[in-house]
């Protein structure tokens, strides 16, 4: 039985799988304690906790906590797709951009909207078998917070081997 047929909500199966992934291949993702709060069809969101580990000298998130948030809420939906599919693909990021709007002073919730695109560029890549990309979206709250602390554009780069 692979871990995608447990009968569990998808949350706690993704949950599981970053455990298992940050162990092994990015240990600095298990470190900032990165924790999936949502994954469905349409959304995934990620949250970093702000502690010790993760705030810089002026009490805020440090910018590389901020990056790995975005890095997983947009790569998160791909592996989740990859691993639905019992399928393995390349996955990397060719650029990565970001707008620094405020100082994060709490925990911080990652939000990817882009979720039913990125499956659908996972079947794109298995389908051609050449490397396809997508520019990814990525805002970044703090808690009770309208506006961003921060906004991400991260380029997904595919490709079935």
Not at 13 to 34: D, H, Q, S, T, Y
Request: net charge positive; glycine share 4%; aromatic share 6%.
């Amino acid at each position: 039985m692979q871990l995608m047929d447990l009968p569990l909500k998808k949350e706690t199966k993704a949950n599981l799988l970053l455990k298992v992934f940050a162990l092994w291949k990015i240990p600095l993702i298990r470190f900032v304690g990165a924790k999936i709060t949502r994954l469905d069809d349409h959304v995934c969101e990620v949250k970093i906790p702000l502690n010790r580990k993760t705030k810089n000298h002026l009490k805020s998130m440090y910018f590389g906590s901020l990056a790995i948030g975005a890095d997983l809420a947009a790569g998160l939906a791909a592996m989740v797709t990859m691993m639905e599919m019992k399928t393995y693909i390349h996955l990397s990021f060719k650029d990565f951009r970001a707008d620094f709007k405020k100082r994060a002073e709490g925990d911080v919730i990652f939000r990817c909207e882009s979720v039913g695109a990125i499956k659908q560029l996972v079947k794109r890549a298995i389908e051609t078998k050449e490397r396809v990309e997508m520019l990814v979206p990525v805002s970044a709250h703090c808690k009770n917070m309208e506006e961003p602390v921060a906004t991400f554009q991260l380029t997904l780069s595919l490709k079935k081997k």
